[in-house]
């Protein structure tokens, strides 16, 4: 599904990352790492937002710098700390990102509905709070039909219903359309709701997975 071919991440002269070579199945990860590791570096690299060196490929020929447009498409992020124009009602984010990335017409309204983001979705974004927000963040990761969907820190700021939809939303898109996905969070996976999560683990600035 995902391969790093020498694959380095610098921030002036520190080296962030460095993965020389790497092959993740498809399937759900839990990526694991002490504060300041990289996860959200990792993330956003993968997902096409942060420059590096080398490459990333997806199922073995997408690559996220020849092929970027192609490669975006199919690789969704929701990032631990979103930021929208405030001036934008949810519902405009939402067709934005819908017609961006070819969803079928309606798409939407099932995850609205099951969020309970209907009582503020035509509001300003800027009215929203934090949780709000994530919601909307999640949402707006789940449209189309991505290959790989990469939550950053997608556990805080929800309550604990939500989180339940959001196992929900994973479950469901694992098992009808073999949608992977990388999750990063500093809390405890359900492994009663996830248990077949796969483990990725950041130490020393690489990459391990742990089956």
């Not at 690299?45 to 996220?64: E, P, R, T």
């Amino acid at each position: 599904m995902l391969q790093f071919v020498n694959f380095q991440k610098n921030y002036g002269n520190f080296a962030a990352l460095k993965i020389d070579e790497l092959q993740i199945g498809q399937g759900l990860y839990w990526l694991k790492g002490v504060n300041g590791s990289g996860k959200s570096t990792l993330l956003k690299s993968v997902a096409g937002m942060l420059s590096f060196n080398g490459d990333v490929l997806l199922d073995g020929n997408i690559s996220v710098k020849k092929d970027a447009v192609n490669y975006r498409r199919l690789v969704s992020f929701a990032e631990a700390e979103p930021l929208f124009p405030e001036f934008l009602t949810g519902r405009e984010m939402i067709n934005l990102f819908a017609k961006a990335r070819g969803a079928e017409a309606g798409q939407e309204e099932l995850y609205i509905e099951s969020m309970q983001m209907q009582h503020y979705v035509d509001r300003p974004i800027g009215s929203y709070s934090s949780g709000m927000n994530k919601k909307l963040s999640l949402l707006l990761a789940f449209l189309g039909r991505p290959r790989l969907i990469l939550l950053d820190e997608p556990l805080i700021t929800i309550d604990t219903e939500s989180l339940l939809i959001l196992y929900k939303w994973i479950n469901e898109r694992q098992e009808q359309e073999g949608t992977s996905f990388i999750l990063s969070s500093h809390q405890a996976l359900d492994r009663e709701i996830l248990p077949n999560a796969g483990e990725l683990l950041i130490e020393n600035q690489t990459l391990t997975h742990i089956l």
